[in-house]
């Protein structure tokens, strides 16, 4: 193996060094952390929380859970498709005594308690419709909602304050692409709110595929791009072949927009298994694959930084590996990854969104029948000894 040769030339600091001089951290090849073979590589690592979150009250069930977000008062935040099966909606249709369906957006405190819940239901004054499938949301700094939508016709992305009430709509009901509109979306996957230029980030997404940026008080668009910071073409591509020279478009869906906080945004090419990253304004930077091999749905999902200032690593959801790969964001190098699939603690079945609190603390959502939302708690920095940490139990629990 080429990797195995040059560990024993290049480890430590001289091989990370190696990357920026000779351009390798723009390969398309996923960066593992070979530098390991130094031991003394540190990444955070974290502890799933088994007793996270208590038990919903009056028997609801959770549906596909695709969206996460902390607030200020590090609240967790989550929505979810209420799609329940015949077992799961007996309470409702009567037939037995569990499950009732929940409203989509549900807020829950530190401690895993539900606090408030709403929304699934379209304005009775007609000011906004909700989406058919919501998707993605979003906690500004100044304590908004921010929701988008995924469904055949969801062309908007909707703002509420946290007691659910309508601030603002931006797009409407559409039922096709245009990648380069500037009145509206198409099946917008997440949104996120950067309050240093007071603009929302919009990963549009699962029907354009493009990244739209638009100010969060008037909803105007203010600009977009697509893959490469090129202008986006709608259209079918050709299908994704691992080691193929990749398209100059997003694949999508485009999963995630995130800005950082030195500037750049990192968005998620899902079934290209790609990372871009680009300044506030759509310049191209550089970009990455993770786990390229990935087919059908993809590798990268979502991602979310560290909250030290200089937000040095980045955690990335990976939801046909079941894994949260985690980076040093800067070098884009791969440090190790942890989780496996399953239904267990610990484990995921679709992994879909990832957030992080002011504690470290890492909160995952579960889509398709995952169903779920988990909580993975920071233990701090520690050596690297595997890249494959497998499912991070408590250390206490005996087993």
Request: charged content about 20%; aromatic content about 10%.
């Amino acid at each position: 193996m080429q990797n195995t040769q040059k560990r024993n030339v290049l480890i430590g600091s001289t091989f990370a060094a190696a990357i920026a001089v000779l351009g390798v951290g723009q390969s398309l090849v996923t960066k593992t952390a070979l530098a390991q073979a130094a031991g003394s590589v540190m990444a955070p690592y974290f502890e799933v929380d088994p007793a996270w979150p208590k038990p919903l009250p009056n028997g609801y069930q959770l549906g596909q859970t695709i969206g996460v977000s902390v607030d200020a008062q590090d609240h967790v935040w989550i929505i979810h498709r209420a799609n329940p099966d015949a077992i799961e909606a007996a309470g409702d249709n009567k037939t037995g005594l569990c499950c009732h369906n929940s409203d989509p957006i549900m807020e829950f405190d530190q401690a895993g308690n539900l606090l408030r819940h709403w929304g699934g239901k379209d304005d009775p004054g007609g000011a906004y419709k909700w989406p058919n499938s919501n998707h993605g949301i979003w906690i500004d700094n100044k304590s908004n909602v921010w929701i988008g939508g995924n469904g055949a016709d969801d062309g908007m992305v909707l703002k509420f304050t946290q007691d659910g009430k309508f601030l603002m709509k931006v797009g409407g009901s559409f039922q096709t692409a245009d990648s380069n509109a500037m009145d509206r979306f198409w099946k917008v996957a997440k949104v996120h709110m950067y309050p240093k230029t007071n603009e929302v980030f919009v990963a549009d997404g699962y029907g354009n595929k493009r990244v739209a940026v638009i100010d969060a008080d008037t909803g105007k668009m203010k600009r977009y791009w697509g893959a490469y910071g090129e202008k986006p073409v709608d259209g079918q591509l050709p299908a994704y072949v691992p080691g193929a020279p990749l398209v100059r478009q997003f694949r999508g869906p485009v999963h995630c927009a995130e800005p950082s906080n030195d500037g750049l945004v990192y968005v998620c090419d899902r079934t290209n298994d790609r990372l871009q990253v680009f300044t506030l304004e759509g310049k191209y930077v550089t970009e990455i694959q993770v786990m390229p091999e990935s087919k059908s749905d993809g590798s990268t999902w979502d991602v979310d930084f560290s909250k030290d200032p200089e937000q040095k690593y980045m955690y990335l959801a990976d939801g046909r590996n079941q894994k949260v790969h985690i980076f040093d964001r800067k070098s884009l190098v791969e440090l190790t990854n942890f989780g496996s699939g399953g239904h267990y603690p610990g484990e995921w079945y679709s992994l879909h969104s990832i957030a992080v609190d002011s504690h470290g603390n890492l909160y995952t959502t579960e889509t398709y029948e995952g169903r779920r939302v988990q909580k993975f708690t920071y233990k701090g920095l520690r050596a690297v000894t595997h890249k494959e940490q497998g499912v991070v139990w408590p250390s206490n629990s005996g087993r």
